[in-house]
């Protein structure tokens, strides 16, 4: 493929993140919209959140079957068009229920795109472009979730129906597609992707995984799906315990570290073998000064600075782990995406049994403990590598 159309195939691939990543912000930015629309109780009102969340799971279990049947990029225009066909049947939805199901449909393609559009930038790039490349694709993420919640209470601050907001996504995820079918033809851009074998039973991907080295660089993401989701969840929170007036969340402070840190690490003179080793370290250490300081302040500048010295841990990571399994990327995306689920499901239970006996902050520590784990899994990868 020449540059030209490889730069084609990359905004796909980034307008195609920026479309993901509009859709899960929906999720926050209409939940209020939602519950009062449904009349909801508080046992019911998180259960299309945990329809998405399950069809994303099994979407990245399907996805290592998938592998070596059909083409990444094939699978990620189907897996958009599922998209658009979930969020008009949102708006089409009579019923909480069936509000609910779609959601799993929904979260099913988000799966899908998910660790596939890493995988496809893996397969685009290699050395220091395929760096800036997987920086950008996950920077690009990051500005979309700021930026598109925005956007959301412009449109129904002027009148739209919150429904009708999942109809402008999916107009813009049809129109993705629109564009890159008469692109692809006009260009004569051809995916020529080698199929691999197919794996035929969990012992192949097992063996797969093993095969690759990859099980440090998994467990590492397992460790960074836990402080990430947990500051997320509850820094907020734990910030408004703290006292004290501030114009800027917690929460944003540490996004905008995170957005910072990509952006700058493809520029850098720090290769991602030698970042993912001290990203963490250095991170975790800090967040945990700035909470045993105390005071609102020292933790929001803590949560920058933790932010713009581990922000880039994922896309340095997943590069790592596509750059072992160069024959087959969608393997390595998967693994890694599936044990980031994995930390994001099992933190908040973690953080909510921490703060009923110890207090909020030992949930707090317990983030910047696995933030500096995930860099000590990839210094023992390191070393037998």
Known sequence: MNDRNRGWVAAFLLLGIAFLSAIFAAQGALLTAMIDAYALRASSQGAANAAAFAGGLAALVTAFFLQGRKRKRTLLKWAIALCVAALVLLW???????FSAVWFALGYGLGLMDTLLSACMADLYTGDAATRMMCLLHTAFGLTSVLTPMGYRALMDGGMGWKQVYLVIAASGAALLAVAAVVRRLRGIEDREPLGAPAGSLGDIAAGIRQGRLMLLVLAMLFHGVFLSGLNTWVNRYADGLGGSFAIP??????????????LMPFLPVRPKDYVRVGGLLGGAVLAVGLLVGGGMALRIALALAGLLA???IPCTLILGCERQRQNTLLATTAMMLALYAGQAVSSPLIAALESGLGLRAGMLLCAACMALCSGCCVLDGRKA
């Open 311 to 313: 922000g880039a841990l």
């Open 250 to 263: 917690a929460q944003s402070c540490l996004f905008f570290g995170i957005m910072l840190s990509r952006l």
């Open 92 to 98: 089409l939805a009579p019923g909480y229920a069936l």
